[in-house]
């Protein structure tokens, strides 16, 4: 599966963004975003199950940022409002191929694929 992450860019403290991540060449169970700021680990921000639209957000991400599906596009948009400077980071989508359990959505491995990713700079 090939996935093509769009819309970083930069934005001020209490902006928005939404990056989207357009899948193809395959089937997918389930979708996550990752973060990784510089000079630290790839990060969990969310995952999200097609079969029943199981949405799973980090705790720092929760009630700013919303994931949305666009099944025509096999897309996933990445929804993100009052962006703080700890946002900043470049954001990977990833897709699973196999069984999505839920309780493993952070977890990387749980994905097959992965995207380029797109950085998103938070400016204050």
């Known amino acids: 599966v090939q996935l093509q992450a769009s819309g970083g860019g930069l934005v001020q403290v209490g902006g928005s963004l939404r990056l989207s991540c357009a899948a193809s060449?395959?089937?997918?169970?389930?979708m996550g975003w990752f973060r990784q700021a510089p000079g630290q680990e790839r990060e969990y921000v969310a995952g999200?199950?097609?079969?029943?639209?199981?949405?799973y957000y980090a705790d720092s991400v929760k009630g700013r940022f919303t994931v949305s599906r666009d099944n025509t596009k096999s897309t996933v948009h990445l929804q993100m409002t009052n962006l703080k400077p700890e946002d900043t980071a470049v954001y990977y989508c990833?897709?699973?191929?196999?069984?999505?359990?839920?309780?493993?959505?952070?977890?990387?491995?749980?994905?097959?694929?992965w995207g380029q990713g797109t950085l998103v700079t938070v400016s204050s």
């Open positions: 060449g395959g089937r997918t169970t389930g």
């Open positions: 990833a897709a699973s191929q196999r069984s999505f359990i839920t309780s493993w959505a952070k977890r990387t491995e749980t994905y097959d694929d």
């Open positions: 999200f199950r097609w079969r029943d639209n199981a949405i």
